[in-house]
């Protein structure tokens, strides 16, 4: 009978410190403390594009269709100076969790917009649209068409570093 006890107490110890470590895992990730505005800049700071021009909000609503900007806290959407390149980064910040697969959504829209955009016209540009990355983490999400597009993805994920 002790056995069984020792045996019972045992697991529950083990099961008890596997359940705090996984949910002090999910408690390690970190809300970034910089704006989307500053996570862009530091991401061109380390990967090297061509010229891309800040959108303001008539032109964020021009360029993503289907985005309704009031769902974001903030963002900030850098797309190329010059017709004849697909490169293309943003960053937003959905404000209500609920939102963000609808943000999400609209975003897929665009990369979509830019590959019509380029698939008669120029071949390279359409190539690198079509390999676009697009990372949800929490509220945050990255858009980037690129040929860095996985080093921009690195950069990005290091705002999220755990503790």
């Not at 529950?12 to 359940?19: N, R, S």
């Not at 061109?44 to 010229?51: A, C, R, S, V």
């Amino acid at each position: 009978m002790k056995k069984k006890s020792v045996i019972a107490l045992l697991l529950t110890v083990i099961l008890g410190a596997m359940l705090s470590a996984c949910s002090s895992g999910k408690e390690k990730a970190v809300e970034p403390s910089a704006t989307p505005k500053e996570m862009v800049e530091q991401i061109l700071k380390q990967i090297e594009q061509p010229p891309l021009l800040e959108l303001d909000e008539k032109m964020a609503k021009e360029y993503y269709q289907k985005l309704d900007l009031a769902l974001l806290e903030a963002y900030d959407i850098r797309t190329p100076s010059v017709n004849l390149m697909s490169d293309e980064i943003a960053i937003l910040k959905v404000k209500d969790a609920k939102d963000v697969a609808t943000v999400e959504a609209a975003v897929k829209q665009r990369a979509l917009d830019v590959q019509k955009m380029f698939e008669t016209y120029l071949p390279k540009p359409y190539e690198n649209a079509k390999n676009y990355k697009l990372v949800v983490k929490g509220n945050y999400i990255l858009f980037v068409i690129s040929e860095k597009a996985d080093e921009a993805v690195k950069a990005y994920d290091n705002f999220f570093a755990t503790k």
